[in-house]
Every structure is written in C-alpha cells, then in structure tokens.
C-alpha cells in the first residue's frame, strides 16, 4: 500500500533560518504529492503541490521537488518566520478519482524570534 | 475557488446524544467527500469516502453505525456522531477534491464530549 514518511519533529528554528522538511513516500503508482499546513486550531490548508516527477511546487517561499529516483518530496524554505509555525504534513494520493490521500504523521515547526 | 466549509467549528456534548457535522463546497461540486479523524499530535486518518447518492465505504476498523455519513447532495455532506463518548471526542475534517487535482479540507470541528 502507499506510505508517506516525515522527518520527526518538532523542529525549532530561529527567524531567518533555512528550513528543510523530509519525506518521502512509498506508492504502487504515480501519485501527486501535496505538503499541507496546519496552523494551531485550524483545519488543513494546501501549501503546495506537484503532479509528475522533476515537478517543482513552490507557495510562500516554501518549495518541494517531486523526486521519482528518491521517492521523495522535501520541503524547503530559505529563511523562515514566526509565522510559519505549524504544523506540516506531507501527503499523496494517486489517480483522477481515486480520492485518498494518504498522509504523513506531520511535522511541527516551531519558529522563534 | 475550491472552498469547503466545515460547521460547527467547536461543538461540546453530553455524553450518549448525538452530534451532527456538516460539510459543504461552496463553488464546486464534490461527488466524493472524504471524512478525516485527527488525534492529538497525530496525522489524519481517514474515517470513511462519503459518495453522492450512495452509501458511504468505511474504512477498516471505523463503525458505521456509529459514525453516520450522508450525502445527499453533490454540495453537501454530513457526519453524525450517534451516541457520543469522551473517547469520541476528537477533531474531525472533511475534504473534497478541488478542480486544482489536490484536496480542499475543511476548517474542522473540535469536537468535546462531556
């Protein structure tokens, strides 16, 4: 079956600093891979996505590279804000209708002046 | 576009009543809904497909005559909590396919059993 693994966190950063975020995923497929944000007491929020390998998604200064030889899908961003704290989960789901998406366990980010 | 609305935000109820969750995608039309469960520090696990017209599918492990999944229109779909108990109270998040190929979810409902 699909699996998405994330980099244990929390992971604290202080303002400015660079951000890397790990996953990578197990699918029988070729699936679309999504990082979604959480922000305390909020549902999930898209941050961005890419359908096919070598894809870039970038949203917010964030950035992931959908990688096929790595299976992986790390997220990226250059210099973080107290703003970005939350909750990330990295996720796929596979054909035009087959509608689950399978999710990582998240990765919280805690980013402090 | 591609946004859901999910209500009640927060919703607390006694013990053994029940508790229903509505969802909604207010400028698409969603034929499949997906209903998520979120424990604390935890992902999310997806609790059942809710398909417009038919019977919801349930995943393994997930009670069905407990959580009670409608949908009985191509914007709406509701879950309902029969018979709530503390260990039912979590946060509970919908989604439904946007136009953009990923998933819009719902702002969810922090649901509290008292």
């Known amino acids: 079956g699909n699996s998405v693994t994330q980099m244990e966190g929390p992971v604290t950063l202080s303002e400015e600093a660079f951000l890397t975020i790990n996953c990578t995923y197990t699918a029988t497929g070729y699936p679309s891979l999504f990082w979604y944000v959480q922000y305390p007491g909020e549902g999930l929020q898209l941050l961005l996505k890419a359908t096919k390998a070598d894809d870039k998604g970038s949203n917010k200064g964030f950035e992931a590279t959908y990688r096929k030889e790595t299976t992986s899908f790390h997220l990226e961003k250059g210099s973080v804000q107290v703003s970005d704290s939350a909750v990330y989960f990295c996720?796929?789901?596979?054909?035009?209708?087959?509608?689950?998406?399978?999710f990582g366990d998240g990765t919280t980010l805690t980013v402090k002046p | 576009g591609a946004v859901v609305s999910q209500h009640p935000s927060r919703v607390i109820c006694k013990s053994g009543t029940s508790v229903k969750i509505e969802c909604r995608s207010l400028d698409f039309q969603a034929t499949t809904m997906f209903w998520y469960r979120q424990f604390p520090k935890k992902s999310l696990m997806l609790m059942a497909t809710?398909?417009?017209?038919?019977?919801?599918?349930?995943e393994q492990g997930v009670e069905k005559d407990k959580f009670l999944i409608n949908h009985a229109s191509l914007t709406l779909s509701t879950l309902t909590v029969t018979s709530a108990h503390p260990e039912d109270s979590s946060f509970y998040i919908c989604?439904?396919?946007?136009?953009?190929?990923?998933?819009?979810f719902g702002s969810g409902t922090r649901l509290t059993v008292v």
């Open positions: 989604s439904a396919r946007g136009s953009f190929g990923g998933y819009t």
């Open positions: 809710s398909n417009e017209g038919s019977k919801a599918t349930y």
């Open positions: 996720a796929l789901s596979e054909g035009t209708n087959a509608g689950k998406s399978t």
